[in-house]
């Protein structure tokens, strides 16, 4: 038997004792999980950032010997602009480093959460999954007329006419909500735009609903060219790398103790609830459930 067939029989958590030079070197993906809304959902709890994924990208970038990166999207989207941000930055490093990428959806990558999975070469997602939801929302709430109910009078101090535009506590603007949309439109062309770049000639642009807002599950996603196939991240990279291939978990930093115990604290475990935690938790939720989910 040859000295490679039994260094090959070592288990692989055994082959850090074998010389590097030595070692049985199988195909190496570094995985990165995107899970959760996109941009600051409260203080002690954010959704997903540029600023908090760009160490998390580096070093799934900078793994040595990879073959590819690979990342599980989980989101039902959120800010514009972080999610363009952390799209842009998996390009760069992708071209940078010469890797390709490749998206897995888990239950979501809707709105922001797509525009972030287009970041990958390929897309794969479960026949449950939902993708799409190309398209801008903006949600609020109108109390002027409650506040008008218990005699509470509004007072507001501007330089420059527009800077109070949609205060939730003054009657809605017919202008506000004009401008509002004109601000939207600018942002879903960026959205609308960027798919085509990436997806191409795989859009089934003959739908209608293709950039509506719309959303839809797995098999339906592919057939619209919104996604490449059907299929779970360790399927499919064995199919593409071998039964031998690693799939390494590129975790985040762990947070500080204080801010972990800040955190439960904003969450009610110590038995005090914090009202930003609240509604950043009825936000996030609002998200998923605009999806079904």
Known sequence: MTQASLISRLPERLQFLVPARFRVRHPLVPVVRLSGAIGAMMPLRPGLSI?????????AFSVSGAKAVAIVVNSPGGSPAQSHLIFRRIRALAEEKKLPVFAFVEDAAASGG????????????????????????SAGFGFDRLIERFGIERRVYTAGEKKAMLDPFQPEDPRDVERLKELQKEIHEVFVGLVRSRRGAKL?????DLFSGAFWVGQHAVRLGLADGVGDIRTVMRERFGEKVQLRMIEPPRQPLLSRLLGRRALGETGLVDPDAVLGALEERASWARLGL
């Open 51 to 59: 600023a908090g994924l760009a160490p998390v990208l580096e070093r």
């Open 204 to 208: 089934d642009e003959t739908n209608s």
């Open 114 to 137: 797509y525009m972030i999975a287009c970041a990958a070469d390929e897309i794969y997602a479960d026949p449950s999954s939902v993708l799409g939801s190309i398209g801008v929302v």
